[in-house]
């Protein structure tokens, strides 16, 4: 049962504090035991009551005097089990609620951005605060309740047949019935249960993505439309929850009913078997007090029954995110990428992102040490894939890529990513300062290192003019910078980092053409040595590359040097011309559109 096995693997994270957890657990079934024992004990207390008339003073005092003192030592063994119990389950629950958001957070952040693509941020989030708030709530009442419960029904109820077996009978049936029903509404409930959590994460995806999109929403007047849909949501969470709610309310009333059915029973049952001599009052008062405890018991389990119900599609998913695995994976016995050259090869690599429409096809090329190699082609014609692929954001499904001549499936990732220098047209950036967004290349570079990075890359002069200069906080993913600031704040991280290898994926395209002049600058400086791969829509800016590769649909259809493709007069010189024309066109009509004088 799914139920079984979330629970289990709930408890299980307790593991790596299996001393304590065993500990608490040994207090637990202690109390349980001692708790047991109160109503024995009453029974046999009153047992010596109604038996003192027919015996001596002396044996009735002798009698009394042993029940009492084996009450006192209950009492205070339970006492010091409860005081550990509190003590420590609270303070474990805490420190397994955080490493549990700990792993999880390591997780998430190491799967594939293939699987960031399927899975929003928002419900990652909701995912992982809820979680962890079920497994602590699950943790603390497993110490305080469930365990107990749990050996009371198990262990304890079975031994009351010893006591008096027809008493003991009639509890046992009364519970199972009780079971039976409580345990047919949850099956019942289930599926409900689970489109609810369904839809409590779609309510935190689609809030999640609002909140993210403050500008678009703004922009497009889309306030009300996006409360709506939320709305939308909100009620088809509320009425999958309501008949089910309708079934855990006929359980709370069953469960009262059978409260009161069972200690009548045991009474009449009792009175029955007492006026045939088969039970003493003392045996009745015992069972009262089992019948009474064990049911407050089984609301207490129905409770936590209900409540784990509930939770439980949260936690499966929350498990479900936690085995997600990496379709980046490492080979067993990678090896680090070290002192790279940086002579990269594609070997007819060929991958689709859908197993049917194929990104790119057949790339065949060698990028030999310290060489620049430029991408043309029209947007989707397969230029960023190419280069994802080089940092393994995805494995290609036909081809292998080599660093130096080696695989790079067969080294570690780290080192992988650690030797090549991205660049993206839309750099995002850590919601902090200017400063650390920087460092996130180098995190023990000093302020001048980082100055002079920030030089090169053409954004000293605008870090200066923001409030706090390099301490200025930067929004959310970057909003607050202009895209132009973005990328060379962008451009001096990869400064700062230094690698081998350098993917400049449009990195300039947000600059204006002064601005870009001074960056290209930097970035020809930066290139140096460095095997470079270069996606650029301006084509005079790929002028310099010593291999240009033009691709459309996914496959090399031209290559060579940029005076040799404008000599073939084939794509990439009717691309160039293309261009020239769009320029001199604005060129040509800018006097026109602006005043005379
Ligand atoms: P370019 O960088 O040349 O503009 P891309 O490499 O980004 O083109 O895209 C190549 C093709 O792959 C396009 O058809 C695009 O729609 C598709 N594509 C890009 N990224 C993804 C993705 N994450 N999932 C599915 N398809 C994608
Ligand atoms: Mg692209």
Known sequence: MEFVRIYKRVLRLLVPERRLTITLSVANVMLAGLHFLEPVLFGKVIDVLTQSDKRSEAETWSDAVKLLAIWGVVGIGGISASILISLHADRLAHRRRLAALGS????????????????????????????????????????????????????????????????????????????????????????AQRSIEGYHSQLAERAGDALGNVMLVQSFVRLQAEAQQLGEVMRQVLSAQFPVLTMWAIVTVLTRAASTITVIAIFVLGTWLHMHGLASVGEIVTFMGF????????????????????????????????????????????????????????????????????????????????????FVGHTGSGKSTSMALLHRVWDPDQGAIKIDGTDIRDVTLESLRRNIGVV??????????????????????????????????????????????????????????????????????????????LILDEAT??????????????????????????????????????????????????????????ARQGIFARLVATQLEITNDLDGERPAVLPPG
């Open 509 to 566: 395209s947000a600059l204006d053409a002064a601005t870009e002049a001074r960056v290209q600058q930097a970035l020809k400086t930066l290139m140096r040595g460095r095997t470079t791969f270069v996606i650029a829509h301006r084509l005079s800016t790929v002028r310099n590359a010593d291999l240009i590769l033009v691709l459309e649909r996914g496959e090399i259809v031209e290559r060579g040097s940029y005076q040799e493709l404008i």
């Open 291 to 374: 019948a009474t405890q064990v049911i407050g018991r089984m609301e207490q389990a129905m409770g936590f029954l209900s409540r784990l119900f509930f939770q439980m599609p949260g936690l499966a998913e929350f498990f479900g995110v936690l085995d997600a695995e990496s379709t980046i994976k490492e080979r067993p016995g990678a090896v680090p990428l070290e002192n790279v050259k940086g002579d990269v090869s594609f070997e007819h690599v060929t991958f689709s992102y859908d197993g049917k429409c194929v990104a790119v096809h057949d790339l065949d090329f060698v990028a030999p040490t310290g060489t620049v190699i430029a």
């Open 104 to 191: 999880y957070f390591e997780h998430v952040l190491s799967l594939p951005l293939s699987f960031h693509g399927e899975t929003h941020s928002g419900r990652l989030l909701k995912v992982m605060l809820n979680g962890v708030d079920h497994l602590f709530g699950l943790w603390l009442s497993f110490f305080r309740e469930h365990l107990e419960t749990f050996v009371i029904a198990v262990v304890l109820l079975p031994l009351s047949l010893f006591l008096n077996w027809r008493l003991g009978i009639l509890l046992i049936a009364l519970l199972v019935i009780f079971a039976f029903l409580a345990s047919t509404v949850i099956s019942r409930t289930e599926q």
């Open 424 to 501: 993206f047209q839309d750099s995002t950036m850590f919601y902090r300062t200017i400063a650390d967004n920087l460092r996130v290349a180098k995190p023990d570079a000093s302020d001048a290192k980082l100055e002079r990075a920030a030089i090169l890359a053409e954004a000293h002069d605008f870090i200066l003019r923001q409030p706090e200069g390099y301490n200025t906080m930067v929004g959310e993913r970057g909003v607050t910078l202009s895209g132009g600031e973005r990328q060379r704040l962008a451009i001096a991280r990869a400064i700062l980092k230094d690698p081998p290898i």
